[in-house]
């Protein structure tokens, strides 16, 4: 059974760096085509796509938020980590790691939960 | 702003056929496979449709998908109260190399 479950801060202040770590199971992000994502969720808004790191450590970032992110993996952990820096509370929102495919790589399955990340002083 | 474009909501009542359009351009939906993802209110989103019209194992035969040139449509035939959700499309972007997503459509079973 993949499963994969987000965790980090419920809240930042402004200006901090957010650092949200993946833990997952069920796969291994050395195989062959194996990726993990990030994708997050303002309140009451649409999906914005975050990040990506493949199985060969090739990464891909939003176009608007790339010099924020950083996405980064621990195989020996099972583990993917996503930074934000210099965080704002337009940044407020549900954050969700998602397993990939690398031969569709807008076909995520499956999701964790999410974790809700509130920007407040 | 998305760049793939739904309509913000759909209605239908029990038993209709409801179709969920997302419009996009040649560099994303025009070569590149669509998916489709159903999310309830609190819950993480769920893959409903893959490679333009494939259901995943365990999803309903009353859930369709199709693709013609730019445009996606997502089906639900025999609209039940439980459909009720957010629906939304995706796809990758050769221009951007980024994932995009739609606005999402809220389909209410009247």
């Known amino acids: 059974q993949v499963t994969l479950r987000e965790s980090g801060p419920a809240l930042v202040k402004p200006t901090q760096t957010l650092t949200l770590t993946c833990t997952f199971s069920?796969?291994?992000?050395?195989?062959?085509?194996?990726?993990v994502t990030w994708i997050r969720q303002p309140p009451g808004r649409a999906l914005e796509w975050l990040a990506r790191?493949?199985?060969?450590?090739?990464?891909y970032y939003s176009t608007s938020l790339k010099t924020r992110l950083t996405i980064s993996k621990d195989t020996s952990k099972n583990q993917v980590v996503l930074t934000m820096t210099n965080m704002d509370p337009a940044d407020t929102a549900t954050y969700y790691c998602?397993?990939?495919?690398?031969?569709?790589?807008?076909?995520?399955?499956?999701w964790g939960q999410g974790t809700l990340v509130t920007v407040s002083s | 702003q998305s760049v793939l474009t739904q309509p913000p909501s759909a209605s239908g009542t029990p038993g209709q056929r409801v179709t969920i359009s997302c419009s996009g351009s040649?560099?994303?939906?025009?070569?590149?496979?669509v998916n489709w993802y159903q999310q309830f209110p609190g819950t993480s989103p769920k893959l409903l449709i893959y490679?333009?019209?494939y259901r995943p194992s365990g999803v309903s035969e009353r859930f369709s998908g199709s693709k013609s040139a730019t445009s996606a449509s997502l089906v639900i035939s025999g609209l039940q109260s439980e459909d009720e959700s957010d629906y939304y499309c995706a796809a990758w972007d050769d221009n951007l190399e980024n994932v995009i997503f739609g606005g999402g459509t809220k389909l209410t079973v009247l």
């Open positions: 040649r560099s994303n939906i025009g070569g590149n496979n």
């Open positions: 490679s333009d019209k």
């Open positions: 790191i493949d199985w060969d450590d090739d990464k």
């Open positions: 998602a397993r990939i495919m690398h031969v569709d790589p807008s076909k995520f399955d499956p």
């Open positions: 069920g796969f291994s992000l050395t195989t062959f085509g194996i990726c």
